[in-house]
Antibody, heavy 121, light 108 residues
Framework: EVQLVDSGGSVVRPGGSLRLSCVVS????????MSWVRQAPGKGLEWVSS????????GYADSVKGRFTISRDNAKNSLYLQMNSLRAEDTALYHC??????????????WGQGTMVTVSS | DIQMTQFPSSLSASVGDRVTITCRAS??????LNWYQQKPGKAPKLLIY???SLQSGVPSRFSGSGSGTDFTLTITSLQPEDFATYYC??????????FGQGTKLEIK
């Protein structure tokens, strides 16, 4: 069974840092690009960042560029999101998602349940 | 950046109805368009990829069409489990993706 388990969310003060993790199982991790997608309370989905299979190509939404860093450890079947200089507007449920290029590039066919990040003083 | 606009933002319908949701891209994206369904408290679920291809396991009452800038998601014969929020997403500008703002489908 394919599983993506997000973790690492918590309450953090503005300007603080946090590292999210996503551990996957049930598929060959390094066969897939991966992404983070967030959802602020009561709002829609917002793509945050993507990384290719070996980590040498990444992309970021303008809203997080320069503050967030996506990375992966294929030996540990893990995806990460390092979040620095956090702002109130970063408050959201963060999902990792699998990008299945085999059906169509940029298609998120499997999702984690999400981990909540709250930025508040 | 490519902007995605969905309409309507909300929709009321009855079980058995046929509904259509529209998504418009700010520039041509060929058929690089996906549709997702999200229920409260759950992760999104992929329904349609590449504008018109049905994801494995998704009921055939869901269909997608369109190319270029205009796309539609159609649900024929609405079922109780279909009441949810639906999002389009462009995958043309890889790896810089954008979602539409969502369409909430409610029971009339």
């Amino acid at each position: 069974e394919v599983q993506l388990v997000d973790s690492g969310g918590s309450v953090v003060r503005p300007g603080g840092s946090l590292r999210l993790s996503c551990v996957v199982s049930g598929f060959t991790f390094d066969d897939y690009d991966m992404s983070w997608v967030r959802q602020a309370p009561g709002k829609g989905l917002e793509w945050v960042s993507s990384i290719n299979w070996n980590g040498d190509n990444t992309g970021y939404a303008d809203s997080v560029k320069g503050r967030f860093t996506i990375s992966r450890d294929n030996a540990k079947n893990s995806l990460y999101l390092q979040m620095n200089s956090l702002r109130a507007e970063d408050t959201a449920l963060y999902h990792c998602a699998r990008d299945n290029e085999g059906i169509a590039p940029g298609t998120f066919d499997m999702w984690g349940q999400g981990t909540m990040v709250t930025v508040s003083s | 950046d490519i902007q995605m606009t969905q309409f309507p933002s909300s929709l009321s319908a009855s079980v058995g109805d046929r509904v259509t949701i529209t998504c418009r891209a700010s520039q041509s994206i060929s058929t690089y368009l996906n549709w997702y369904q999200q229920k409260p408290g759950k992760a999104p679920k992929l329904l349609i990829y590449a504008a018109s291809s049905l994801q494995s396991g998704v009921p055939s009452r869901f269909s997608g069409s369109g190319s270029g800038t205009d796309f539609t998601l159609t649900i024929t014969s609405l079922q109780p489990e279909d009441f949810a929020t639906y999002y389009c997403q462009q995958s043309y500008s890889t790896p810089l993706y954008t979602f539409g703002q969502g369409t909430k489908l409610e029971i009339k």
